[in-house]
Nanobody
């Protein structure tokens, strides 16, 4: 069972930057896909990004392409989401999650472990 803890959220002005971290502990597998999700007020959960050690795939939601960058440090069992050019529409609770077996673009991928979330507020 992978334990995930997000950190790095906070309040930032439009156009600002923020980097989120997802630290994994407990029993971790090398062959995992890590996803970043967010849930904005009045909206459902949406996948923002993904990175996978299974097939080295990377995914970004279209609305964040060019602004967000996902990366991982396998030695630290940590995944990062660097966010730039933040807009009020990015305001949400951000969650990281992991799923086995399948890569980011495989429709069979299911995320089985979730963190508690970290709040990002983009406001002037």
């Amino acid at each position: 069972q992978v334990q995930l803890v997000e950190s790095g959220g906070g309040l930032v002005q439009p156009g600002g930057s923020l980097t989120l971290s997802c630290a994994a502990s407990g029993f971790t597998l090398e062959s995992l896909s890590y996803g970043w999700f967010r849930r904005a007020p009045g909206k459902g959960r949406e996948r923002v990004s993904c990175i996978s050690s299974i097939d080295r795939s990377i995914y970004y939601k279209n609305s964040v392409k060019g602004r967000f960058t996902i990366s991982r440090d396998n030695a630290k069992n940590t995944v990062y989401l660097q966010m730039t050019e933040l807009q009020p529409e990015d305001t949400a609770v951000y969650y990281c999650a992991t799923g086995p077996t399948y890569g980011c673009h495989d429709p069979m991928l299911q995320y089985t472990n979730w963190g508690q979330g970290t709040q990002v507020i983009v406001s002037s």
